[in-house]
């Protein structure tokens, strides 16, 4: 059975700071497909990152980074210099045919002032 | 990417009255997703959507009480039937663009409440 494991429920930083969330993924198949999603409060759920579990090299874009590792089975997202308007839950998924989307709990991230 | 409008976008409704909610993309796409969000936690989907066959349900969740439609290749409607204040959640629809990426775009969800 696949299962992803955001072990941090809630991080709680100052603007500017850099943080980093965990995302563990548990899955048998060679091949699977992870992603990042944003959920601000209003609700929506944005599309962050997919990575195919051939392509293991990491991205940057802009603040946001990720780096996937399958060694230890994890696929990490950082924010560098945090803002307010990145507070949100961050939800880690995987899927092994691209249908049936599998969500950790979510990461509450508040960045303060 | 797939631009996703959901309708309504929230919603307060009585104990065993039923809600229909309707999902459009702006594009045509294979297959679309119905998630349910309760809250405080994740998202759970609750069927798969193809467009001419019957859904396809997630373990925990029957037609009875959430009959899908997917009457063309841009559009799906999702019921939620005789709710109850369990149902009170939000209710989120997905879908994969037609030569996308394979990558699950989502509208802004339904937060439906219950009373």
């Known amino acids: 059975a696949q299962k992803v494991t955001q072990a941090q429920t809630e991080i709680s930083v100052v603007e500017k700071e850099d943080v980093t969330l965990d995302c563990v993924y548990e899955?048998?198949?060679?091949?699977?497909?992870l992603f990042w999603y944003k959920q601000p409060p209003s609700g929506e759920l944005v599309f962050l990152i997919r990575r195919n579990s051939f392509d293991e090299q990491n991205e940057i874009s802009g603040r946001y980074s990720w780096n996937f590792q399958k060694s230890t089975s994890s696929f990490n997202f950082t924010i560098t210099a945090s803002q307010v308007v990145d507070s949100a839950v961050y939800f880690c998924?995987?899927?092994?045919?691209?249908?049936?989307?599998?969500f950790g709990t979510g990461t509450r991230l508040q960045v303060f002032p | 990417s797939a631009v996703i409008s959901q309708k309504p976008s929230r919603d307060i409704c009585q104990r065993g009255t039923s809600l229909t909610i309707q999902c459009q993309v702006d594009s045509q796409v294979t297959m679309m997703f119905w998630y349910r969000q309760q809250p405080g936690q994740s998202l759970t989907l609750i069927a798969t959507a193809n467009q001419g066959s019957e859904a396809t349900y997630e373990s925990g969740f029957v037609i009875d009480k959430f009959p899908i439609s997917r009457p063309n290749l841009t559009f799906s409607t999702l019921t939620v039937s005789n709710m109850s204040p369990e149902d009170s959640s939000i209710y989120l629809c997905?879908?994969?663009?037609?030569?996308?990426?394979?990558?699950?775009?989502f509208g802004p969800g339904t937060r439906l409440t219950v009373l």
């Open positions: 899955t048998r198949d060679t091949t699977y497909y």
């Open positions: 997905s879908a994969h663009p037609i030569g996308g990426t394979d990558t699950q775009y």
């Open positions: 998924a995987l899927t092994l045919n691209t249908d049936k989307l599998i």
